[in-house]
């Protein structure tokens, strides 16, 4: 079946724009993830999910960053007044409930220039 | 907090040896831990997740061991292959601070033909 979908590939835009980025879990997964990724380094935790509500949002660096879930399932990550710090891939992930593994889609490479 | 770490940064060995990754983490209360795959410019792939009752999870020439008292899991490649060339990175889901995985920085693995 079809993995995590994540919208766009790649993201260039200008520092102090507004950008949306977009996933599509695995279906019927509960749980999904949001997590950022700079070079080299590992993914950094934003944001988890259990069905519509953020369980959990204590990595969202600020409140620039907001993400929603509306029907359970497709997820938007939204970064107001981008900076160029924000640039980094951000990766999605989705699992079922309990104990089970995370599914990564490929990410969204945001550049701010 | 969680902290976790991988040793050694980065590995170049000749095709057909066995090799060991080093995942550690400093606080022993987790759910479980996962290991993943990732290739350069692409997401995570799920290789083998251990519970935290379990003390070790086999898959192919993969085993992945698990010592919870002591913080450590290491990541067992056996016969290795050019294709196993990739960045390998453990994550811990901890019992006590929610429900994100915490990441290490992971280990670039190179297998040289």
């Known amino acids: 079946g079809a993995g995590v979908s994540q919208t766009p590939s790649n993201k260039v835009t200008e520092k102090g724009k507004y950008v949306e980025l977009r996933c599509d879990p695995i279906?019927?997964?509960?749980?999904l993830y949001w997590y950022r990724q700079s070079l080299g380094q590992g993914p950094e935790f934003l944001i988890y999910f259990q069905g519509t509500g953020a369980a959990d949002d204590s990595g969202l660096p600020n409140d620039r960053f907001f993400a929603v879930r509306p029907e359970g399932s497709v997820s938007t990550l939204k970064i107001q007044r981008t900076e160029r710090g924000d640039s980094a891939v951000y990766l999605c992930?989705?699992?079922?409930?309990?104990?089970?593994?995370?599914?990564f889609g490929n990410g969204t490479r945001l550049t701010v220039t | 907090k969680q902290e976790v770490t991988q040793i050694p940064a980065a590995l170049s060995v000749p095709e057909g040896e066995n090799l060991v990754l080093n995942c550690s983490f400093t606080?022993?209360?987790?759910?479980?831990l996962q290991w993943f795959r990732q290739d350069p410019g692409k997401g995570l792939t799920s290789l083998l997740l251990i519970q935290s009752s379990q003390r070790e999870q086999t898959s192919g020439r993969l085993n992945a061991s698990l010592d919870k008292s002591s913080g450590r899991s290491t990541l067992y490649i056996a016969a290795s292959q050019p294709g196993d060339s990739a960045t390998y990175l453990c994550a811990v889901r901890p019992a006590n601070y929610g429900q994100n995985f915490v990441f290490g920085p992971g280990t670039r693995l190179s297998v040289l033909p």
């Open positions: 279906s019927g997964h509960t749980a």
């Open positions: 992930a989705s699992s079922w409930e309990g104990d089970s593994p995370l599914h």
């Open positions: 606080d022993s209360a987790i759910y479980n």
